[in-house]
């Protein structure tokens, strides 16, 4: 199973970006998508996650700001970030866990997307 995120880039302060991240391979199942952060010389930190249920989890950093949603159909996960700040430049990483093709558990990473807010 693998993630390929997209949607990454420069933006103003005060700007908007949408990241998209596909899930492909032999996969029965995604339970939990989720979104990660890490910025130069800090912890990668949780953005927001979702269930397959569509239950939202969302760090209190982007409360209000950002909207993480999926398509199940599509094994796709976005994340909407809006009002962008420059706290919020780091690389981006999706997370997705579930069962494979043969029922066995998997937790993926995806490889990043960099987004850099100007102020």
């Known amino acids: 199973v693998q993630l390929v995120e997209s949607g990454g880039g420069l933006v103003q302060a005060g700007g908007s970006l949408r990241l998209s991240c596909v899930a492909s391979?032999?996969?029965?199942?995604?339970?939990?998508m989720g979104w990660h952060r890490q910025a130069p010389g800090n912890q990668r930190e949780l953005v927001a996650t979702?269930?397959?249920?569509?239950?939202?989890n969302y760090a209190n950093s982007v409360k209000g700001r950002f909207t993480i949603s999926r398509n199940n159909g599509k094994s796709t996960v976005y994340l909407q970030m809006n009002s962008l700040e420059s706290e919020d430049t780091a690389v981006y990483y999706c997370?997705?866990?579930?069962?494979?093709?043969?029922?066995?558990?998997?937790?993926?990473w995806g490889q990043g997307t960099l987004v850099t807010v100007s102020s």
């Open positions: 997370i997705a866990n579930g069962r494979d093709g043969v029922g066995r558990y998997f937790e993926v």
């Open positions: 391979g032999s996969i029965r199942s995604i339970n939990i």
């Open positions: 979702i269930t397959g249920g569509g239950t939202t």
